[in-house]
C-alpha cells in the first residue's frame, strides 16, 4: 500500500480531530484508525506538533529556513577561510 504524505496543514487537522476523538471517550487505537493513521505516527506528530496553532507552524518553517540559509553561508565562510589559509601558506616564503 502507498504511503500518504501529509503536508503540515494536514497533520494538525488530523491531531485535532484525533484529539476530539480522544475527550469524547475513544481510545487511541480507535481514534488512530478513524483518522488513518498509525498509533506510532500519531505519538510522533504529537511530540513534534503537539499544542501548535498554525501560526506558530508557520513560524517554525520560517525558522527551519533562515537556519538552512545561515547553516549554508557559515559553511561558505568556512570554505573561503580555508582557500585564503591554503594560499597564504603557499605565499610564504619558505627559509
Do not use: F, H
Not at 498509533?39 to 511530540?47: F, I, L, N, P
Not at 561558505?76 to 582557500?83: A, G, H, S
Amino acid at each position: 500500500m502507498a504511503r500518504k504524505r501529509y503536508s503540515d496543514e494536514d497533520i494538525l487537522n488530523v491531531l485535532r480531530q484525533i484529539e476530539l476523538d480522544l475527550n469524547a471517550g475513544s481510545d487511541v487505537a480507535s481514534a488512530c484508525r478513524k483518522s488513518g493513521v498509525s498509533d506510532a505516527t500519531y505519538y510522533t506528530w504529537r511530540k513534534r506538533y503537539g499544542g501548535m496553532a498554525r501560526s506558530q507552524l508557520q513560524e517554525l518553517k520560517s525558522l527551519e529556513k533562515e537556519n538552512s540559509r545561515l547553516k549554508r553561508i557559515v559553511a561558505d565562510l568556512e570554505l573561503d577561510k580555508l582557500i585564503l589559509k591554503e594560499s597564504l601558506d603557499y605565499l610564504k616564503p619558505k627559509a
